[in-house]
Nanobody, 123 residues
Framework: QVQLVESGGGLVQAGGSLRLSCAAS??????RGWFRQAPGKEREFVAS????????YYADSVKGRSTISRDNAKNTVYLQVNSVKPEDTAVYYC??????????????????WGQGTKVTVSS
């Protein structure tokens, strides 16, 4: 069993930055990802990272202004988003794929999810 707990959400002004954290219990040597769901929309991929942080993927919507990273000693994955926009407003979910070391882009690849942390970007 893996438990994921996100933190760092809240109200951010457009143009500012946000940093989300996702702490995991139990074994940590697997792929992790961030997804988000805006009001009235489907959950979408944001970023993912492989087991040792050597490979990362980003959605086009955040590429160039986001960084996903991990600290395996702390069992924690981070998502930094700079130059935030109102369209970044969403509930952000952390996910873990305990069946693979490789980062994935599809939500169906992930078998554990956090409860989500809400981010609101004001214009």
């Amino acid at each position: 069993q893996v438990q994921l707990v996100e933190s760092g959400g809240g109200l951010v002004q457009a143009g500012g930055s946000l940093r989300l954290s996702c702490a995991a219990s139990g074994r940590n040597s697997y792929a992790r990802g961030w997804f988000r769901q805006a009001p009235g929309k489907e959950r979408e991929f944001v970023a993912s990272i492989n087991w040792n942080g050597g490979t990362t993927y980003y959605a086009d919507s955040v590429k160039g202004r986001s960084t996903i990273s991990r600290d395996n000693a702390k069992n924690t994955v981070y998502l930094q988003v700079n130059s935030v926009k109102p369209e970044d407003t969403a509930v952000y979910y952390c996910a873990a794929n305990t069946r693979s070391f490789r980062a994935g882009l599809q939500s169906s690849e992930y078998d554990y999810w956090g409860q989500g942390t809400k981010v609101t970007v004001s214009s």
